[in-house]
């Protein structure tokens, strides 16, 4: 078995895998990215669309244009990337990871690990809808994969579950090539993506959404042919009998959400079950001291912006770690209160440098007050809605009142009003 | 008088504006920035997106090149734009930038590869 000693391994070559080894390059380590695919960019790469890089780059890119930015900067800072490995095994007791690859099974020694895998789509299978399996079931990421990289269509009349963004994205986009959208179901009150791409995927195009609806079959033996839905009650979800509905499709895109990806450290670092990812510090440390992470394997993010600065906060500091050993520092853990959902980091270190949390409201509000601290900030916030994350800047002298009042715990709540 | 309710697509805050349209007059309230007025006031005149899709590649590492408009062309050009682009093929290698058509429906805008394909 081929070992490769070295400082920092990156495991997954997304944005947050991409900006991580560049900065931990810059400072100094010697750096090593592990791809599974081919290629660096992750789901940046099928990522047509634009309205990517905004906070980064102050201008709206496309995907894969946002991904070649950073694929330059790989280049520049001649990092190593490793691309078609699969990672087996992280054990960080003996500060080693073991993967395959083309060339056979190579075990890693890095200084530090830095985790970016990233997030998986909700699949099928986990919906539990009753019915038959045929072909012609797809996540948005599939379908997307399909027609932006591939060239294939997936089928002739489409109709789409879940309204998240790239299940939106994708209605639009069969629709350009050819396809006949049906339309949107959305189990919540709801919409699960942004109004704005209501309005330009599915208004522009007169595709229909509705909402407290869901599927509850699907028909076909080889092919899909049909799918049943059915109307929920909107506070209790519950289906109401007689409301089925039978429409003809032989696609269906499903866009129900995304899980973060941890399988490989989940027996060694404590994962939070709100956000359904790792915890992280300010600073981007896990539990484990050997490993940081960043980006939709920590908590699922609305834009890649912020996963690229939690990948530079993460290269950062695993290089710091790398060059002065761990520091310990006073951590204080963030609690959730009223209509906080997802929210990140969940440890603010005692320190001196600023970082910004992302909260997700759990409901729609017209105007909220974001209160940190109970009283460190207190900041109102217009039109919060579950798609949207807020992002809140954490100063120095914020956390010198922390210290001041020496709070043990950082209590995070949205208050309507 | 006509009242219309318009969703701002300009940033993903995503404003629902209201828009009170007297003829050539349209008052609007709900916009949170001055890009929100524009955008309204080109959503009842003219309206116009950006739209992206992809191109075929000959003799390329990927059989498709994105691409996308260098600006906003009108809504109902959106259909003639698929169209144009089913007939274009490309020839590896391909770079981001690269001018798949100059000045589209005289627009001023045109379309330019958004993914670097190289040549296999």
């Not at chain 1, 280049?75 to 056979?104: A, M």
Request: with cysteine; glycine share 8%.
């Amino acid at each position: 078995m081929r070992e490769i000693k070295l400082d920092a391994l990156v495991i997954g070559g997304g944005a947050a895998g991409m900006a991580a080894a560049v900065e931990l390059t810059r400072q100094g380590c010697e750096t090593i990215l592990i791809e599974r695919e081919e290629r660096t960019g992750g789901v940046l790469n099928q990522c047509i669309h634009n309205g990517f890089g905004l906070h980064v780059f102050k201008e709206e890119l496309t995907g894969p244009e946002y991904a070649d930015r950073y694929k330059h900067q790989i280049s520049q800072n001649e990092i190593t990337v490793h691309s078609e490995k699969f990672v087996l095994k992280v054990d960080p007791d003996k500060k080693e990871v073991i993967t395959v690859g083309v060339e056979g099974v190579t075990c890693y020694k890095p200084k530090a690990l830095v985790m970016t895998t990233g997030a998986r789509e909700r699949p099928f299978s986990n919906l539990r809808i009753p019915g038959t399996r045929p072909a012609g079931i797809y996540t948005a990421g599939v379908a997307q994969k399909f027609v932006n990289l591939q060239n294939y269509l997936p089928g002739k009349d489409a109709y789409v579950l879940g309204s998240g963004d790239i299940g939106l994205i994708m209605a639009r986009r069969l629709t350009l090539e050819g396809m006949n959208v049906l339309g949107v179901a959305e189990l919540m009150p709801h919409s699960g993506g942004l109004a704005r791409n209501i309005a330009q995927c599915l208004d522009d195009f007169d595709i229909p959404l509705e909402l407290s609806t869901s599927v509850v079959e699907v028909h076909g033996k080889e092919r899909l042919e049909s799918i049943t839905l059915m109307n929920f009650t909107p506070d209790t979800m519950q289906p109401i009998l007689g409301t089925e509905k039978v429409i003809k499709c032989d696609t269906l895109i499903l866009s129900v959400g995304l899980l973060p990806q941890n399988e490989l450290i989940e027996d060694y670092v404590k994962a939070d079950p709100v956000n359904k990812g790792v915890m992280v510090d300010s600073h981007q440390r896990t539990t484990h001291p050997w490993i940081f992470a960043a980006g939709n394997n920590v908590a699922v993010y609305d834009l890649v912006d912020f996963v690229t600065l939690e990948g530079i906060e993460a290269g950062k500091a695993a290089a710091q770690m790398i060059k002065e050993g761990f520091k310990e520092c006073k951590q204080i853990p963030v609690k959730r209160s009223n209509n906080v959902g997802a929210i990140t980091p969940l440890f603010c270190c005692l320190d001196d440098n600023p970082f910004k949390f992302y909260i997700r409201p759990t409901k729609n509000m017209d105007k909220g007050r974001v209160k940190i601290g109970p009283d460190i900030i207190q900041k109102v916030e217009l039109g919060l809605k579950p798609s949207e994350m807020v992002d809140i800047q954490i100063t120095r002298e914020h956390k010198e009142k922390i210290k001041e009042m020496g709070l043990e715990e950082i209590i995070v709540e949205i208050e309507e009003v | 008088m006509e009242k219309r309710k318009i969703t701002c697509i300009s940033c993903p805050l995503g404003c629902e504006i209201e828009a009170e349209i007297n003829g050539d007059e349209i008052n609007i309230q709900g916009n949170r920035c001055p890009r929100g007025k524009e955008y309204v006031i080109n959503e009842i005149k003219d309206p116009r997106r950006v739209v992206t899709s992809n191109v075929k590649v000959n003799g390329g590492q990927f059989p498709l090149a994105s691409v996308k408009t260098t600006g906003a062309i009108p809504k109902g050009k959106i259909f003639a734009l698929i169209e144009k682009l089913r007939e274009v093929e490309l020839e590896a290698p391909v770079n981001i930038g690269q001018v798949v058509y100059k000045n589209l429906f005289d627009t001023g805008f045109d379309v330019v590869v958004t993914r670097p394909v190289e040549k296999l």
